[in-house]
């Protein structure tokens, strides 16, 4: 999981604004993902890639955005529309071949709306 | 979709006795369950996983089991030490499908 990284650390951002969220893995990785997590709650799915240039929606995908323009890179930026941003955001990724299921998360971005 | 329930939320244990915190799981085409240890600040780390051919799966002092019929699966600590304190989440994946469904978490406290 060392080889998954997540920038930055702390972001803060103002009502209205997009931002983007990082995240660069050197595990070569086929698939990569993006959680939410809330306090006290569990892992919610955002997007999700398992090829370069193809995504899909997760459970919460209004309100954010992703692009895979190259297997190493899968940046999520939160737009305006997402109504309650702050939260801590999780990088994933993971093989995509038999009995390879195993996703290993980045050190993650906390993001707070002021 | 998948639905996964964890239970407790939260758990506390006296160093040196057994935890353990279960799930269940909605989806029958689930085939592969993981379990994540989280410490706070920090990314969640796999400690074990099973796969639905196995009924139980051991590490030294953590264990998972599974029960396919129930949908349900629980992993287990023994000999419970102060480091062990974090919060724990299983989680399920459906079928032929990558992504994971997680359950809401367990804060394990081990008093010492």
């Known amino acids: 999981d060392g080889g998954i990284t997540q920038s930055p650390k702390y972001l803060f951002r103002k009502e209205g604004q997009n931002v983007t969220l990082s995240c660069e893995q050197n595990l070569n990785h086929d698939a990569m993902y993006w959680y939410r997590q809330d306090p006290g709650q569990g892992l919610r799915l955002i997007y999700y890639s398992q090829i370069v240039n193809d995504f899909q929606k997760g459970d919460i995908a209004e309100g954010y955005s992703v692009s895979r323009e190259k297997k190493e890179s899968f940046p999520l930026t939160v737009t305006s529309a997402q109504k309650n941003p702050t939260a801590f955001y999780l990088c994933?990724?993971?093989?995509?071949?038999?009995?390879?299921?195993?996703?290993?998360f980045g050190p993650g971005t906390r993001l707070t709306v002021l | 979709g998948e639905n996964v329930e964890q239970h407790p939320s939260t758990l506390s244990v006296q160093e040196g006795d057994s935890a353990v915190i279960k799930c269940t799981y909605s989806d029958s085409a689930s085939n592969y369950f993981p379990w994540y240890k989280q410490e706070l600040g920090k990314r969640p780390q796999l400690i074990i996983d099973i796969r639905s051919n196995v009924g139980e799966k051991k590490d030294q002092r953590i264990a998972v089991t599974l029960n396919k019929t129930a949908k349900h699966f629980s992993l287990h600590i023994t000999e419970t030490q102060p480091e062990d304190s974090a919060v724990y989440f299983c989680a399920a994946r459906p079928g032929s499908a990558r992504q994971l469904t997680f359950g809401s978490g367990t804060q394990l406290t081990v008093l010492p």
């Open positions: 994933a990724s993971s093989r995509t071949g038999p009995l390879t299921d195993t996703q290993y």
